[in-house]
């Protein structure tokens, strides 16, 4: 059983920083790409950034050159600085993982989110 935990979320002032992790856990498996989503109150999930395997990265609009993702590989965790945060950031941040486990089809896996809130 693959699971993914996040960590790192809070509270923090407008201007300040934060920074998700998300470490994958479990037995025999492969990941692939890794990414960043929220939820706000009312809104859909969006994309905020995700990583290939190879580093390759891929941001939204609203986040370029504030939010920087990274993974560490050996470690199978993905992680998300957030700089000069705005309230309008302020959401459930979710991270999601492709991964092939051992045995199984490959698919992708879900964390059981972390809330971010930036007052003003």
């Known amino acids: 059983q693959v699971q993914l935990a996040e960590s790192g979320g809070g509270l923090v002032q407008a201007g300040g920083s934060l920074r998700l992790s998300c470490a994958a856990s479990?037995?025999?498996?492969?990941?692939?790409?890794m990414g960043w989503y929220r939820q706000a109150p009312g809104n859909e999930r969006e994309l905020v950034a995700d990583i290939t395997s190879g580093g390759v990265t891929n941001y939204a609009t609203s986040v370029k050159g504030r939010f920087t993702i990274s993974r560490d590989n050996a470690k199978n965790t993905a992680y998300l600085q957030m700089n000069s945060l705005k309230p309008e950031d302020s959401a459930v941040y979710y991270c999601?993982?492709?991964?092939?486990?051992?045995?199984?089809?490959?698919?992708?896996?879900w964390g059981q989110g972390t809330q971010v809130t930036v007052s003003s």
């Open positions: 479990g037995r025999g498996f492969s990941i692939n790409a």
């Open positions: 999601k993982a492709d991964i092939k486990p051992v045995g199984r089809r490959r698919q992708d896996y």
